[in-house]
């Protein structure tokens, strides 16, 4: 019996020995000189030793090896959800925020590498918690966690439009990043040059229709176009506006300015537009 327990012990060992060899490698390689790769090497450092330290080896193995792909300086991909065990009816709510955080990445790597490594290691979290389903505390706190993170990341103006600035002052639109509900430096220009005209137009009626691109699902996008609607309300609210004459709408992805497939990205559908009437 003394015997097979001195086995399987050093049968234990063993694999934890072999599972850890890429979180071994990982604590001495040393990182990419692009701070984007080496913040999230580390990033993944720090997950995997938590997870050898709950003898999770397969999963401290699995990201230490995502650690060194970024620590070599290769591309490093937040998770697939549809690749782990997460229930089909939050899989949607998965795709979505990783469709938000890619669209942030871009720029994030080289203008917020720290930002950004933290943002994909939290979303890893999140994923890889929700697989185990078994602590539901845990998994909210990696949930806001990771929104957290994403809140951190600065959405690009590079691709968003400037605003329309009112024609004959009876029309403005404002244009967004992708997935974002941020106005740019130009939209904020075109609400303010909307509200010294509002103050001398006399009675008039203000609809704000809210729009998105058609990237992610019609649910999340009609939440989306509601969130961007509002944020103008509020916007021409805190500027002196009347709320009585004001009156939102979202149209999510059903109006698109330009009609792309679905699942394209199109800057000038991620929009607001204000009519006077």
């Known amino acids: 019996m003394r015997a097979a327990i001195a086995a399987l012990l050093s049968l234990c060992l063993l694999t ?9 490698e990982l604590r001495h390689v040393q990182p990419s000189d692009n701070p ?22 397969w999963t401290s193995k699995y990201f230490a090896d995502k650690g060194l792909m970024a620590a070599y300086g290769r591309d490093v991909r937040p998770e697939d959800p549809a ?31 720290g930002e950004a490594a933290q943002a994909i290691v939290a979303y890893d979290r999140w994923v890889e918690l929700q697989d185990d389903q078994w602590d539901e505390p845990r998994i909210a706190d990696a949930r806001d966690s990771f929104f957290a993170a994403l809140g951190a990341l600065k959405p690009s103006e590079n691709d968003t439009p400037a605003a329309a600035l009112p024609v004959e002052t ?18 904020k220009a075109a609400l303010m040059q909307l509200v010294e005209y509002l103050k001398s ?13 058609r990237a992610g699902s019609e649910t999340y996008n009609m939440g989306l176009s509601e969130q961007r609607a ?23 992805e059903t109006d698109p300015k330009i009609p792309p497939d679905d699942g394209v990205r199109e800057p000038l559908n991620r929009r607001v537009e204000i009519f006077l009437e």
């Open 36 to 57: 984007y790769h080496a913040a999230l090497a580390s990033r993944y450092q720090e997950f995997a030793e938590e997870k050898v330290v709950a003898y999770d080896w």
């Open 201 to 213: 137009a006399g009675n008039v009626s203000i609809n704000i229709n809210g729009h998105t691109d």
């Open 83 to 113: 690749q782990w065990n997460i229930p089909a009816t939050m899989q949607n709510e998965f795709a979505e925020a990783r469709t938000q955080l890619m669209g942030l990445l871009e720029d994030a790597k080289s203008d917020q590498p």
């Open 230 to 252: 509002q944020l103008v309300k509020d916007a021409l609210m805190a500027a002196g506006v009347s709320e009585t004459i004001l009156h939102y709408f979202a149209f999510g």
């Open 16 to 24: 934890a020995c072999d599972s850890t060899a890429s979180l071994q």
């Open 170 to 187: 009876t029309s403005t639109i404002v244009y967004f990043p992708f997935a974002s509900t941020a106005l740019t430096e130009p939209a």
